[in-house]
């Protein structure tokens, strides 16, 4: 598992080079890549659009780094400088090998933030996959990724039997959300605010609704229920909550400054101080379980799959995907940028470094692991070159 997660990091460095921001610290290694392409890096972080989620996509940059921060594997980073690759357990604690892996980080209920103030990540992970309920807690841990030390230090534990469900990170500071238990006994979910320096966590709100996920930008807490399609706006200041947007159906919202986007199986918009725009309305009618997803890069551009639906014949009959072509929203105009094989339905969209990062997951009878699939899209002038990454 480690050598598997150790090919992808490689290429996805080599492949967000591609960004024309110059080659100084920039190297070669096609023996990474399918095909014969050689890629080129550099440094620097362009943040895209917050998912309204409890995890965002599959890949995280930091200035000088990308990591593959989903799945359950050991987690490793690519020096976008040198080009090494350094796993990030490297904890005194730690006793995994490499037919193992890392016990460490083999919960499966990491939450990971980067934060571009101090330069550190965060990690909030459980104790431990084993424990029980009533024993099993969250631990926070902060690496000073961009320093390339990658020693875990911890900042804070929570109670045992408390885990956090949500992890957000705004201004240095840490946002975590957890259930608790009312004088009355009854289950509510807060939003905690925990400080690195300090280690002091202190709760700041009561969600008035079950099943949330939020992220926090500009000391705005953006929440949504996963039951209902409305994103409220909470703001730590005024103390004030506001209905930022009501949709009638399924929808998926991003946080960019301070513009909103919202995606639904119909239409994705746009919503500021200004108004809420229209950016693109499906020609097709809504699909049963349709998978849609997005990204927005610094510069406003909206990258989106989900409204191209073509028939698939599984094992278990004919299936309709309607994510396997990729689409780009810029000053008005949506064109189509990339298609991968009609089998091929993408999960999520990242945007790191002028390059579009999908994982997508092959349609067939039964989901297993093995289908999943990255590919990075790799722009060239007028077109985009695909390129699969070695999992």
């Known amino acids: 598992m480690r050598k598997r997660i150790t090919a992808v990091l490689v290429l996805a460095l080599l492949l967000s080079g ?10 070669v290694n096609a023996d990474r890549i399918k095909g014969e392409n050689s890629l080129t890096l550099a440094a620097g972080y362009e943040p895209s659009a917050q998912y309204v989620h409890d995890m965002a996509g599959a890949f995280v940059e930091t200035d000088k780094t990308v990591i593959k ?16 690759t350094t796993a990030l357990c490297k904890d005194p604690l730690c006793r995994h090998t490499e ?3 890392c016990a460490a980080l083999l919960t499966g209920h990491e939450r990971y933030c980067y934060d571009t103030m ?20 969250t631990v926070f841990y902060e690496i000073d990724i961009d320093n390339m030390d990658t020693s875990l230090r911890e ?21 975590f959300s957890q259930w608790y238990l009312t004088e009355d006994n009854e289950d509510r979910m807060g939003l905690w605010r925990l400080d690195p320096k300090t280690k002091q966590a202190e709760k700041v709100m009561e969600f008035p609704l079950t099943g949330v996920t939020f992220t926090v930008a500009d000391g705005v807490v953006y929440y949504r229920d996963t039951s209902i399609a409305a ?6 200041t005024t103390g004030e909550t506001r ?7 399924r929808a998926k919202y991003y946080v960019l400054g301070e513009s909103v986007y919202c995606q639904t199986a119909r239409e994705i918009v746009k919503i500021t101080s200004a108004g809420t725009q229209t950016l693109y309305t499906s020609e097709h009618e809504p699909i049963e379980n349709q998978t849609f997803c997005m990204d927005v890069a610094a510069d406003g551009t909206v990258y989106f799959c989900g409204y191209s639906p073509v028939e698939i014949e599984t094992e278990n009959g004919t299936v309709i995907n309607s994510a396997s072509k990729l689409f ?30 999908v994982d997508a997951r092959v349609v067939s009878g039964s989901a297993v692991a093995s289908n999943l699939r990255y590919f990075a899209l790799v722009p060239e002038g007028d077109t985009v070159r695909i390129e699969e990454i070695e999992r």
């Open 18 to 27: 591609c960004t024309g921001r110059g080659s100084e610290n920039s190297y």
């Open 69 to 84: 921060a989903t799945g359950n594997s050991v987690v490793e980073y690519i020096n976008k400088q040198t080009g090494l």
């Open 99 to 101: 037919t193992d892996g």
């Open 118 to 137: 101090s330069g550190k990540l965060f990690i909030a992970r459980a104790s431990s996959f084993f424990e029980s309920m009533t024993t099993k807690h």
């Open 155 to 175: 900042i804070y534990r929570m109670p045992k039997g408390s885990m956090a469900e949500g992890v957000s990170v705004d201004g240095g500071i840490l946002y």
């Open 231 to 236: 994103l409220y706006a909470y703001d730590l």
């Open 243 to 249: 209905v930022v947007h009501e949709s009638k159906e």
């Open 328 to 357: 780009a929203w810029q000053d008005g105009a949506v064109r189509q940028i990339a298609s991968l094989e009609d089998s091929h339905s993408i999960r999520t969209i990242d945007i790191i470094g002028g390059t579009v990062f």
